[in-house]
Protein backbone atom coordinates (compact mmCIF):
# COMPACT_ATOMS: atom_id res chain seq x y z
CA UNK A 1 0.00 0.00 0.00
CA UNK A 2 2.95 2.39 0.95
CA UNK A 3 4.46 1.44 -2.54
CA UNK A 4 1.46 2.59 -4.31
CA UNK A 5 1.25 5.85 -2.49
CA UNK A 6 4.62 6.62 -3.76
CA UNK A 7 3.98 5.88 -7.15
CA UNK A 8 1.23 7.84 -6.84
CA UNK A 9 3.30 10.81 -5.74
CA UNK A 10 6.37 10.14 -8.01
CA UNK A 11 3.51 10.25 -11.11
CA UNK A 12 2.19 13.24 -9.54
CA UNK A 13 5.65 15.04 -9.47
CA UNK A 14 6.47 14.23 -13.11
CA UNK A 15 3.54 15.58 -13.95
CA UNK A 16 4.18 18.96 -12.48
CA UNK A 17 7.61 18.82 -13.18
CA UNK A 18 6.25 18.48 -17.60
CA UNK A 19 3.49 21.52 -16.26
CA UNK A 20 6.03 24.66 -15.86
CA UNK A 21 5.08 26.08 -19.21
CA UNK A 22 1.76 27.38 -20.08
CA UNK A 23 1.26 25.57 -22.69
CA UNK A 24 1.96 22.07 -20.47
CA UNK A 25 -0.62 23.23 -18.15
CA UNK A 26 -3.78 22.57 -20.01
CA UNK A 27 -2.74 19.24 -20.81
CA UNK A 28 -1.66 17.93 -17.00
CA UNK A 29 -5.97 18.90 -16.14
CA UNK A 30 -7.00 17.05 -18.94
CA UNK A 31 -4.75 14.25 -18.18
CA UNK A 32 -5.84 14.04 -14.02
CA UNK A 33 -9.41 14.51 -15.63
CA UNK A 34 -9.74 17.85 -13.39
CA UNK A 35 -11.76 20.40 -15.40
CA UNK A 36 -10.38 22.86 -17.62
CA UNK A 37 -10.23 25.68 -15.07
CA UNK A 38 -8.76 23.20 -12.82
CA UNK A 39 -5.69 23.01 -15.05
CA UNK A 40 -4.93 26.64 -14.75
CA UNK A 41 -3.46 29.05 -12.01
CA UNK A 42 -5.43 31.35 -10.26
CA UNK A 43 -3.95 34.05 -11.47
CA UNK A 44 -4.91 33.30 -15.05
CA UNK A 45 -8.29 33.23 -16.87
CA UNK A 46 -9.93 30.90 -19.57
CA UNK A 47 -8.34 31.21 -22.79
CA UNK A 48 -11.55 32.69 -24.29
CA UNK A 49 -11.45 35.44 -22.20
CA UNK A 50 -8.08 36.76 -24.08
CA UNK A 51 -9.26 37.76 -27.01
CA UNK A 52 -9.85 41.35 -27.65
CA UNK A 53 -13.07 42.98 -26.51
CA UNK A 54 -14.56 44.23 -29.47
CA UNK A 55 -15.41 48.46 -29.38
CA UNK A 56 -17.54 50.47 -31.09
CA UNK A 57 -15.94 53.65 -32.82
CA UNK A 58 -17.56 56.77 -33.69
CA UNK A 59 -16.87 59.41 -35.95
CA UNK A 60 -13.90 61.97 -35.52
CA UNK A 61 -14.80 65.94 -35.70
CA UNK A 62 -12.49 66.09 -38.33
CA UNK A 63 -14.26 63.75 -40.43
CA UNK A 64 -17.81 65.79 -39.48
CA UNK A 65 -16.17 68.97 -40.35
CA UNK A 66 -15.26 67.40 -43.81
CA UNK A 67 -18.30 65.79 -44.59
CA UNK A 68 -20.28 69.52 -43.54
CA UNK A 69 -17.46 71.00 -46.00
CA UNK A 70 -18.44 68.56 -48.72
CA UNK A 71 -21.93 69.10 -48.41
CA UNK A 72 -22.12 72.95 -48.29
CA UNK A 73 -19.73 72.80 -51.78
CA UNK A 74 -22.57 70.48 -52.95
CA UNK A 75 -25.49 72.80 -52.08
CA UNK A 76 -23.82 76.02 -53.64
CA UNK A 77 -23.27 74.07 -56.74
CA UNK A 78 -27.21 72.79 -57.19
CA UNK A 79 -28.11 76.34 -55.86
CA UNK A 80 -26.09 77.75 -58.49
CA UNK A 81 -27.68 75.45 -61.15
CA UNK A 82 -31.35 76.52 -60.20
CA UNK A 83 -30.50 80.46 -60.47
CA UNK A 84 -28.83 79.69 -63.31
CA UNK A 85 -31.10 78.01 -65.43
CA UNK A 86 -33.82 80.38 -63.55
CA UNK A 87 -32.06 83.64 -65.07
CA UNK A 88 -31.61 81.71 -68.61
CA UNK A 89 -35.37 81.43 -68.76
CA UNK A 90 -36.67 84.69 -67.16
CA UNK A 91 -34.47 86.11 -70.47
CA UNK A 92 -35.39 83.53 -72.89
CA UNK A 93 -39.29 84.81 -71.87
CA UNK A 94 -38.36 87.99 -71.83
CA UNK A 95 -36.42 88.46 -75.58
CA UNK A 96 -39.69 86.35 -76.78
CA UNK A 97 -41.74 88.96 -75.03
CA UNK A 98 -39.50 91.47 -76.54
CA UNK A 99 -39.81 90.23 -80.21
CA UNK A 100 -43.45 89.71 -80.01
CA UNK A 101 -43.82 93.84 -79.62
CA UNK A 102 -41.22 93.77 -82.52
CA UNK A 103 -42.94 91.75 -84.72
CA UNK A 104 -46.33 93.19 -83.71
CA UNK A 105 -45.70 96.40 -84.46
CA UNK A 106 -44.37 95.77 -87.65
CA UNK A 107 -46.83 93.97 -88.96
CA UNK A 108 -49.63 96.44 -87.71
CA UNK A 109 -47.55 99.03 -89.57
CA UNK A 110 -47.28 97.00 -92.78
CA UNK A 111 -51.15 96.12 -93.16
CA UNK A 112 -52.24 99.47 -92.47
CA UNK A 113 -49.81 101.37 -94.76
CA UNK A 114 -50.75 98.67 -97.81
CA UNK A 115 -54.28 99.23 -97.14
CA UNK A 116 -54.51 103.43 -96.83
CA UNK A 117 -56.87 104.70 -99.40
CA UNK A 118 -56.04 107.11 -102.35
CA UNK A 119 -57.05 109.89 -100.37
CA UNK A 120 -55.22 109.71 -97.58
CA UNK A 121 -52.74 112.96 -97.32
CA UNK A 122 -49.77 111.89 -95.59
CA UNK A 123 -47.06 114.55 -94.46
CA UNK A 124 -44.58 114.72 -91.19
CA UNK A 125 -43.65 117.54 -89.02
CA UNK A 126 -41.39 118.40 -85.89
CA UNK A 127 -43.26 118.31 -82.51
CA UNK A 128 -42.34 117.69 -78.89
CA UNK A 129 -38.86 116.36 -79.80
CA UNK A 130 -39.81 113.75 -82.05
CA UNK A 131 -41.08 112.98 -86.19
CA UNK A 132 -44.65 112.84 -86.41
CA UNK A 133 -46.58 111.30 -89.25
CA UNK A 134 -49.78 112.79 -90.01
CA UNK A 135 -52.56 110.90 -92.09
CA UNK A 136 -55.68 113.08 -92.90
CA UNK A 137 -58.73 110.81 -94.32
CA UNK A 138 -57.42 107.94 -92.64
CA UNK A 139 -59.20 104.53 -91.36
CA UNK A 140 -58.62 104.40 -87.56
CA UNK A 141 -56.44 101.27 -87.62
CA UNK A 142 -53.35 101.97 -86.47
CA UNK A 143 -54.14 100.85 -83.06
CA UNK A 144 -54.97 96.94 -81.36
CA UNK A 145 -58.32 98.48 -80.07
CA UNK A 146 -61.03 97.57 -82.25
CA UNK A 147 -62.86 101.29 -83.12
CA UNK A 148 -65.13 100.12 -86.08
CA UNK A 149 -64.70 101.86 -89.71
CA UNK A 150 -64.07 105.13 -88.59
CA UNK A 151 -62.56 107.80 -90.51
CA UNK A 152 -60.45 110.88 -89.35
CA UNK A 153 -56.92 112.24 -88.55
CA UNK A 154 -54.66 109.66 -87.48
CA UNK A 155 -50.88 111.18 -85.68
CA UNK A 156 -48.24 108.36 -85.17
CA UNK A 157 -45.27 109.64 -83.04
CA UNK A 158 -42.94 108.65 -80.06
CA UNK A 159 -44.66 109.87 -76.24
CA UNK A 160 -42.68 110.40 -73.43
CA UNK A 161 -43.14 107.32 -70.41
CA UNK A 162 -42.76 108.55 -66.42
CA UNK A 163 -39.92 106.54 -66.44
CA UNK A 164 -37.71 108.21 -68.56
CA UNK A 165 -38.33 106.24 -72.21
CA UNK A 166 -40.63 106.57 -75.23
CA UNK A 167 -43.29 104.87 -76.50
CA UNK A 168 -44.46 104.90 -79.89
CA UNK A 169 -48.21 105.87 -79.94
CA UNK A 170 -50.69 106.36 -82.29
CA UNK A 171 -53.68 109.46 -81.88
CA UNK A 172 -56.61 109.04 -83.42
CA UNK A 173 -59.25 111.90 -84.09
CA UNK A 174 -62.03 112.36 -85.82
CA UNK A 175 -63.24 114.78 -88.62
CA UNK A 176 -65.68 116.42 -86.91
CA UNK A 177 -63.54 116.86 -83.58
CA UNK A 178 -63.78 120.61 -81.97
CA UNK A 179 -60.15 120.53 -80.40
CA UNK A 180 -58.22 118.50 -82.92
CA UNK A 181 -54.20 118.06 -82.28
CA UNK A 182 -53.84 117.41 -85.75
CA UNK A 183 -54.33 121.11 -86.59
CA UNK A 184 -53.99 122.72 -83.32
CA UNK A 185 -50.12 121.43 -83.23
CA UNK A 186 -48.21 120.04 -80.82
CA UNK A 187 -49.36 122.32 -78.55
CA UNK A 188 -52.57 120.69 -77.40
CA UNK A 189 -52.90 117.64 -75.87
CA UNK A 190 -54.49 114.49 -77.07
CA UNK A 191 -55.48 110.65 -76.07
CA UNK A 192 -52.77 108.78 -77.37
CA UNK A 193 -52.93 104.88 -77.35
CA UNK A 194 -49.52 103.21 -76.73
CA UNK A 195 -48.43 100.79 -79.60
CA UNK A 196 -45.16 99.44 -78.11
CA UNK A 197 -43.44 100.78 -74.62
CA UNK A 198 -40.08 100.67 -73.58
CA UNK A 199 -38.48 102.95 -77.07
CA UNK A 200 -34.70 103.95 -76.63
CA UNK A 201 -34.24 104.92 -80.42
CA UNK A 202 -36.90 105.78 -82.97
CA UNK A 203 -36.68 107.17 -86.30
CA UNK A 204 -38.51 107.62 -89.86
CA UNK A 205 -37.03 107.62 -92.94
CA UNK A 206 -38.95 107.91 -96.71
CA UNK A 207 -38.02 107.08 -99.73
CA UNK A 208 -38.83 109.28 -102.80
CA UNK A 209 -38.40 107.52 -106.00
CA UNK A 210 -38.47 110.59 -108.08
CA UNK A 211 -35.11 111.68 -106.46
CA UNK A 212 -33.99 107.93 -106.06
CA UNK A 213 -33.09 109.03 -101.89
CA UNK A 214 -33.89 108.53 -98.94
CA UNK A 215 -35.41 111.93 -97.30
CA UNK A 216 -35.49 112.48 -93.32
CA UNK A 217 -38.91 114.35 -93.14
CA UNK A 218 -41.86 114.56 -96.10
CA UNK A 219 -43.59 117.78 -95.87
CA UNK A 220 -45.63 117.45 -99.27
CA UNK A 221 -49.02 116.46 -99.21
CA UNK A 222 -49.52 116.34 -102.39
CA UNK A 223 -47.36 113.39 -103.40
CA UNK A 224 -46.82 109.93 -100.77
CA UNK A 225 -43.24 108.40 -100.38
CA UNK A 226 -42.79 105.01 -102.35
CA UNK A 227 -41.20 103.15 -99.30
CA UNK A 228 -41.46 104.05 -95.31
CA UNK A 229 -38.85 102.93 -93.08
CA UNK A 230 -39.38 102.92 -88.93
CA UNK A 231 -35.66 102.33 -87.21
CA UNK A 232 -36.22 101.92 -83.44
CA UNK A 233 -34.41 99.68 -80.43
CA UNK A 234 -36.23 98.69 -77.57
CA UNK A 235 -34.87 98.71 -74.04
CA UNK A 236 -33.43 95.25 -73.09
CA UNK A 237 -32.02 94.64 -76.39
CA UNK A 238 -28.79 95.15 -78.04
CA UNK A 239 -29.71 95.78 -81.75
CA UNK A 240 -31.53 98.30 -83.74
CA UNK A 241 -34.68 96.78 -85.20
CA UNK A 242 -35.50 98.04 -88.65
CA UNK A 243 -38.72 97.47 -90.23
CA UNK A 244 -39.69 99.06 -94.09
CA UNK A 245 -43.34 99.31 -95.80
CA UNK A 246 -44.66 99.53 -98.97
CA UNK A 247 -46.79 102.34 -100.53
CA UNK A 248 -48.24 101.26 -103.34
CA UNK A 249 -47.71 102.72 -106.79
CA UNK A 250 -51.67 102.99 -107.36
CA UNK A 251 -52.18 104.88 -104.46
CA UNK A 252 -49.62 107.66 -105.17
CA UNK A 253 -51.04 111.12 -105.62
CA UNK A 254 -53.89 112.64 -104.16
Not at 77 to 83: A, G, S, T, Y
Not at 226 to 252: S, Y
Request: glycine share 8%; with cysteine.
Amino acid sequence: MRNNVSGFWFLVSRFLGSANSADARPRLGRSLGLPRSLGLPRNEKPETTNRKRETVSGYLLLEVLLALAVLSVVVVMVFQIIQTTLRVTSNINFLETQQQKVDGICELLRRNFSSLPQTCLFQTRKGNQSMELLFRYAPFNFSWLKTGAQFGDVVIASRPQPDGGFALSVLQESGNALESYADAGTGRKGDWIALVNDVDQLSWRFYDANAAKWLLEWPDTGRKPNLVEITFKLAGRNHTERCVFRWPITQTGS
